[in-house]
Structure formats: C-alpha cells, structure tokens
C-alpha cells in the first residue's frame, strides 16, 4: 500500500480561496516533501520539511508537519487559477548508502476556477 | 536553467517491440531514479542510482525492464519485451546525495503506448 495517503483526491475551489490539502504516512521519515505536477509534465519539488520541523512557509505555501499523528497538510493561500494542478506528498525513506527513497502518494487534483 | 531532459517524449510500440528511454540528468547530480505513473497506480520508484551505481531495482519488473547508467550524463530504461500493461508515463528524476535530504528534479516523462 502507499506509504502517503493525500486527502481529498479532489478539490475545487475559487480563486482567491484557500486550498488545504493533507497527507498521511505509515513509517518513519526522515523528511516529508510536496511536489506539484500540472497535466502532462513532470513533478516540480515545492517545499521540504525535516523530521524535527512542525511548520514551514514558502510564499503562499504553508506546510505543516505532525510526526506523531504521522499527518501533513499543504495550505496555499489566496489560490490563483494558475495553481491548479496535481499536488503530491513524499515521504523520505532512509535507504541503503545513506541516501533517500522518496515514495509518493497518489496526489490531490486541485482545480481553482477564476 | 539546469533540466533533466527525457527522450523519446512519446513513444507509440506494438507488443512485443523492445522500447529504450533515455534520461540525462543534471549536471553535477550523483543521483538518478526511474518512476512509472500510472491512473491506478499512481507513481512508482522502478530504479535507483547512486554515482551511477544501481541501488535499488526492486519495484521494476526484472524479466523484462533493465535500467543502466552507461556514464555519468545517460540514464537508460530498456523494456524487453513491451506488454500492453507497460503503457504509462516515465520519469526520471537526478538529485545531489550529500547531506541526505534529497530534493528530486523531474523530467518531462516519455509517455509509452503498447498496442
């Protein structure tokens, strides 16, 4: 099974709203990261936050981290049209060699409609 | 502007045809990973290279897909023979393991029909 879980698969919002998104994981972590991918492109990394972070600002973006509920949530404030797209979490695996493994969920669709 | 660039972008095959993508990654990345997305499957790790060395292959089919990093610019991904099944989009993603967080830069994908 996947170790994210985003909820909800889908959202659609007005622009000018705010836009929650969540993500839960199983296992440990070392870090967690969002990545956005808009239809027919590849993912783009948005934001990164440690194990030992609770909450990180970039921009509009606000991530949030709760490692013991094992929960994250993205807020994009003020959305704009050009913010819809697919939002994805991933969650940093320690693997062999020191580095990571990131296992992705399987996104929220976020549309904001003008 | 440093970008992971994938070829071919498309790539239309009829069954059992051998298909080869091919990734050259951000210069100066010691890291290269293959992912398949799919609708029900979403996006799954196939490969995983460190300085070119192959780390993890477990999630790739192994009769059929091979992954190689022939030098430091050029990542492959063989699948031979194609099956209907294999129809998805491909990505490769390169990254700098240093410290130990890795932030992931993505490719365009090569978007693979099998008929």
């Known amino acids: 099974s996947q170790q994210g879980e985003e909820d909800p698969q889908a959202l659609s919002i007005q622009e000018g709203e705010n836009a929650t998104m969540n993500c839960s994981y199983k296992?440990?972590?070392?870090?967690l990261q969002w990545y956005r991918q808009n239809s027919g492109r590849g993912l783009v990394h948005l934001i990164l936050?440690?194990?030992?972070?609770r909450e990180k600002h970039s921009g509009r973006l606000r991530v949030t981290l709760d490692t013991s509920k094992k929960s994250s949530s993205l807020l994009i404030t003020a959305s704009r049209a050009a913010d819809t797209a697919s939002y994805f979490c991933?969650?940093?695996?320690?693997?062999?060699?020191?580095?990571?493994?990131?296992?992705f969920g399987k996104g929220t669709k976020l549309t904001v409609n003008p | 502007d440093a970008r992971v660039t994938q070829t071919p972008r498309d790539k239309v095959t009829e069954m059992g045809q051998e298909v080869t993508m091919r990734c050259q990654p951000i210069?100066?990345?010691?890291?290269v990973f293959w992912y398949r997305q799919t609708m029900m499957q979403g996006l799954e790790l196939l490969a995983y290279?460190?300085?070119?060395?192959?780390?993890?292959d477990s999630g790739m089919p192994k009769d059929r897909f091979s992954a190689e990093m022939p030098d430091a610019t050029l990542a492959t991904l063989k699948i031979q023979p194609s099956e209907p099944r294999d129809s998805a989009v491909y990505f490769c993603?390169?990254?700098?393991?240093?410290?130990?967080?890795?932030?992931?830069?993505f490719g365009p994908g090569t978007r693979l029909t099998v008929l």
């Open positions: 993603a390169s990254g700098f393991s240093g410290a130990g967080t890795d932030t992931q830069y």
């Open positions: 290279f460190r300085n070119r060395a192959p780390l993890d």
């Open positions: 936050i440690r194990s030992n972070e």
């Open positions: 991933a969650t940093a695996l320690q693997m062999q060699g020191g580095s990571e493994k990131l296992v």
């Open positions: 296992t440990s972590i070392n870090n």
């Open positions: 210069l100066g990345h010691n890291t």
